[in-house]
């Protein structure tokens, strides 16, 4: 005979003037297998129970749990209603906001530095006298900022868990402005290139503590939401990035307005972060590493929630939260050293989470991102665009539709879920790729199938790798090593953007177009089958309960 119990996530103070029956609503939600055989063994749980009354859940979300003996199968416990918690969406913005604009300072170099190359190497535009760049120096511009960004997700392996994430941001908001001035008032190319490192080392370091600071303070039911709306963020400072490069690019050293606009956006987010409070996640993270006394430092867990929820200071709803997350955390590492070691990613659940979370960002630029975007203005081009007088506003366009596609991925991460959007999109991607392949082949003349595969993998990249890859980095990673992790996993995609980069060029003369499109789409189909077999769901799920539920 299967017994039942009643788990709630939250649990306030409750009443004894009602039984437990009259006291549900028609919102709460149960995993028993009917309503009937919920009433017939609640009857004899009331009885034996007359004097206890059922939790009541602020939003009339109650989970059921049912355990089986004697033989009888219980249901899965994938079927419970995860708690959801109460909160305001004014209370989420800032939170999110702030830590977003690392993400768009990110995208915006890529989008500037596309018209800001041209403008640096006119001997009319550049205003300078070293506009004569060799291949080898204009390398180095351009890549400036990836290399400065992987030295800075070096960095945060190490330090971002003694930083915090908040203090985190701060600093890559500084190196950012400094970076971005560096390069803006550059005198010569020396300057330029550092200033293009020192950029870089704040990319690194924002990519590594946003989706942290995002996921480890926004509740758990929009947390797929925000994390795409980061990537989101990325897609639109791209364009923004587009939209001045082809604003300024008839100007006199024009670059030097491409480049500097990022600062006063950097001394936005840095003096944004400075006034939000730490994660409260970070903070009973170091409690339980004995770095502090453990009242003091859930003290101010308790102040940053509620200021996090836009609730009164020292609420007993966020107190309750945190002492809840307290037991389970103590309860996750109770036969553990709290604070992870040097090499623990590479153990036990820290190992299955860097699989999947390093997987998917290595999947995201192996599958040929780079290189699919660098032919973009061929295969335009061959559909009767002219590269030389269309070339920026069809950069825009183009970012117009990632931009949708990537909304389309915001508005059903909490939905649909994360694997529909990973299976879906990567499928499409591997379809658009033996696409291009065959365009390039045998179907030259008709150029309509090349637009068609091109539009077809941005849009099924947006909905998938793009924003997913990063949201399941940002939360499927144990809280002891989620710093640690999460700096690999952002070292992981960096240093493959890195080579797929350099290796396009190489590859594409070696092996001609059509051979490398049909390589890109085989990886895919190898990504698909990883996604398939590999990657779990997480939606809906706290981040505690993905580590106990998933990882454990």
């Known amino acids: 005979m299967a017994s039942t119990s009643l788990q709630p996530l939250y649990n306030p103070t409750l009443s004894l003037s009602k039984p ?39 939003l009339g979300r109650l989970r059921l749990k049912v355990s089986a003996s004697s033989g009888e199968e219980a249901q899965s416990n994938n079927a419970e209603s995860a708690y959801l918690e109460e909160f305001s969406w004014s209370s989420v913005i800032l939170p999110f906001l702030f830590p977003a604009l690392g993400g768009l300072l990110f995208g915006y170099d890529i989008g500037a530095t596309s018209g800001a190359t041209i403008s640096l190497q006119s001997a009319e535009l550049s205003g300078t006298t070293w506009y004569n760049f060799s291949a080898v120096q204009l390398g180095l511009v351009v890549s400036g900022s990836l290399y400065g960004a992987l030295i ?33 008032y550059a005198p010569g190319l020396g300057a330029l290139l550092l200033g293009r490192l020192v950029y870089g080392l704040g990319i690194g370091l924002a990519m590594h503590g946003a989706p942290l600071y995002i996921a480890e ?35 006199v050293g024009g670059w030097r307005y491409m480049f500097g606009l990022s600062a006063p956006i950097a001394l936005l987010m840095g003096l944004g972060m400075w006034s939000l409070p730490p994660s409260p996640r970070w903070l009973l993270l ?20 509620s200021k996090l929820r836009g609730r009164p200071a020292g609420d007993k709803v966020s107190e309750k939260q945190i002492e809840d997350t307290i037991i389970s955390l103590k309860t996750a590492y109770s036969d553990e050293e709290a604070e992870g070691n040097f090499l623990e990613v590479f153990q036990g659940p820290s190992l299955k989470a860097f699989i ?14 780079p290189s699919v975007l660098y032919y973009a203005g061929s295969i335009l081009q061959s559909a009767g665009f002219s590269a030389a007088a269309d070339a920026a ?19 059903k991460a909490d939905d649909l879920g994360r694997r529909p959007l990973l299976i879906g999109g990567v499928s499409g991607i591997a379809l658009s790729l033996f696409l291009l ?7 030259g003349s008709f150029p309509f199938v090349a637009v068609a595969a091109l539009l077809l993998y941005v849009g099924c990249y947006q909905i998938s790798f793009g924003p997913i890859s990063w949201l399941m980095v940002s939360e499927i990673f144990p809280l002891r090593t989620r710093g ?69």
Do not use: H, W
């Open 437 to 443: 392949s065959a365009y390039y082949k045998f179907l």
């Open 484 to 552: 640690k992790g999460i700096s690999l996993a952002v070292l992981t995609n960096f240093g493959s953007n890195a080579i797929v980069t350099f290796a396009f060029s190489p590859l594409k003369e070696f092996l001609g177009a059509e051979n490398l499109f049909l390589l890109f789409g085989a990886i895919a189909l190898l990504s698909l089958l990883f996604v398939v077999t590999s990657v779990p769901e997480t939606k809906g799920l706290s981040l505690e309960e993905i580590e106990s539920k998933i990882l454990k």
């Open 286 to 305: 170091r409690a339980i590493q004995s770095k502090g006394p453990l009242q003091g430092y859930k003290e101010k867990a308790i102040g940053a929630l």
């Open 152 to 184: 800075g997700s070096i960095l945060a392996y190490p330090f971002a868990d003694f930083l915090g994430r908040r203090r985190e941001l701060i600093i890559a908001a500084l190196l950012y402005a400094a970076g971005g001035s560096l390069t803006a």
């Open 356 to 369: 999947i979370g390093g997987g998917l960002v290595l999947f995201q630029q192996i599958t040929g991102q």
């Open 217 to 251: 303070t926004c509740p758990s039911q929009i947390r797929g939401t925000l994390i795409s709306l980061k990537e989101l963020a990325i897609v639109l400072g791209i364009l923004l990035g587009y939209f001045v490069g082809s604003y300024e690019i008839n100007a």
């Open 20 to 58: 437990p029956l009259l006291s549900l609503s028609k919102k709460q939600i149960f995993t028993a297998r009917s309503l009937n055989q919920y009433t017939r063994r609640n009857c004899s749980f009331m009885a034996r129970n007359n004097e206890r009354q059922l939790p009541l859940l602020p």
């Open 393 to 411: 506003r069809v950069s825009v366009v183009i970012g117009i539709f990632k931009s949708l596609m990537t909304a389309v991925a915001v508005l």
